[in-house]
């Protein structure tokens, strides 16, 4: 099966939709930091966010960003339980690169993952 133009523009613009909507997601995350809810709710959130970026890089060919996530949310699926008062400014990090990656790829230029690779050596240091 072969993709016309217009099917990788649509494809483009759906996977952007997408992304956009994980952004909200990791914004809603960040402000239950803030939040009265448990640290251990707002982890389950953002393993979920985690899991959806992964499948979305993965689903159109970004594999190595896609096994960055899935790192990171390894990572926090492990953490135990421990309080972490570090995580909240790594996740604000996070935040900032994927809206930096988000304009990137809507005005189709190369991306660079460098950002969140470091933020995910980051993660698995301080969780582990």
Partial sequence: MSFTENDMMELRE????????????????LKMFDGKLSINATINDLIRVLHSLKGLF???GFSQISQLFHNMKESLT?????????????????YTELIKIYKTLSQKEELN?????????????LLS
């Fill in 14 to 29: 759906t996977m952007l939709l997408e992304f956009n909507e994980r952004i909200d997601q990791l914004e809603h995350c």
């Fill in 58 to 60: 993965g689903m159109v």
């Fill in 78 to 94: 492990n953490y135990g339980g421990r309080e972490i008062e570090n995580l909240h400014p790594l996740m604000q990090d996070l």
């Fill in 113 to 125: 993952i460098k950002g969140i690779s470091k933020i995910t050596e980051q993660v698995t240091f």
